[in-house]
């Protein structure tokens, strides 16, 4: 029987060698700290937000619809129009043209439906004037059905129906104003918006700290420059084709 030796014992470690082991024990607890810290900050901004979410989506539907206008608002300018002028008659022209759209495209349906009613009446009574013969061709061949029991059917489904569409009316009537008091909110944002755009880009830039107003500057001459030689041509292209 060969007994194998036993094993050596560990060195002791040194002073360094804990004082090493502590730092990383150290490190690896900051580095789990920093990261449940930042998932919890990210929880609760991600809850903030969430509460604020709508009201910041009709802010950036706002500047979108601002940043659409804006070109048509520069060209009336240039023509000669105050801005507030200008911006009234890109929002009113856009609304008109809407309106427009909606009614050649609506119209032709709406037309239907009125007819539809108009005639309606008129087919219901035919129906009932025809209710005998079609009893007496019903029995004639057998067939287990009245007009009458038909009619009830029918009548009974549509009350069910007509008490589910009456009942589901407040929800629908709450959302349709909802979506108007959203469309509204988002026209007059933008209005303003557009209106005050320097002054509100100047607010901002305020906000920023001091170390990065220059930046912040730097890249607003860099848009107008960019800017500055499209409206140019824009003004000098009628002079040209005159």
């Known amino acids: 029987m060969v007994l194998s030796p036993a094993p050596a014992p560990e060195p002791p470690r040194?002073?360094?060698?804990?004082?090493?082991?502590?730092?990383?024990?150290?490190?690896?607890?900051?580095?789990l700290l920093t990261v449940l810290a930042g998932a919890a900050v990210a929880l609760v901004a991600w809850q903030v937000l969430a509460l604020f979410a709508h009201l910041l989506l009709i802010i950036v539907?706002?500047?979108l619809v601002a940043f659409m206008f804006a070109p048509a608002t520069a060209a009336l300018e240039r023509r000669g129009l105050p801005r507030a002028a200008a911006m009234a008659v890109a929002y009113l022209g856009t609304l008109a043209l809407t309106a427009g759209v909606?009614?050649?495209?609506?119209?032709?349906?709406?037309?239907?439906?009125?007819?539809?009613?108009?005639?309606?009446?008129?087919?219901?009574?035919?129906?009932?004037?025809?209710t005998p013969g079609l009893d007496q061709f019903f029995r004639s061949h057998g067939l287990p059905l009245r007009v009458a029991a038909v009619?009830?059917?029918?009548?009974?489904?549509?009350?069910?129906?007509?008490?589910?569409?009456?009942?589901?009316?407040l929800t629908i009537l709450g959302g349709l104003t909802a979506v108007i008091v959203d469309l509204f909110l988002i026209l007059v944002l933008s209005f303003y918006f557009l209106l005050d755009a320097q002054g509100i880009?100047?607010?901002?830039?305020?906000?920023?700290?001091?170390?990065?107003?220059?930046?912040?500057?730097?890249?607003?001459?860099?848009?107008?420059?960019?800017?500055?030689?499209?409206?140019q041509r824009g003004q000098d292209h009628p002079k040209g084709a005159a």
């Open 14 to 31: 040194s002073a360094a060698d804990e004082r090493a082991l502590i730092v990383r024990v150290g490190q690896t607890l900051s580095v």
């Open 61 to 63: 539907l706002a500047l």
């Open 102 to 130: 909606l009614t050649v495209f609506l119209g032709p349906l709406i037309a239907q439906l009125v007819a539809l009613t108009a005639h309606l009446p008129r087919e219901i009574q035919t129906l009932q004037a025809r």
């Open 151 to 169: 009619q009830k059917q029918v009548l009974d489904q549509a009350q069910a129906i007509s008490s589910v569409v009456l009942g589901s009316t």
């Open 201 to 231: 880009r100047n607010n901002l830039v305020r906000l920023l700290p001091a170390r990065l107003r220059t930046h912040a500057f730097f890249v607003q001459a860099c848009a107008g420059r960019l800017a500055h030689p499209l409206a």
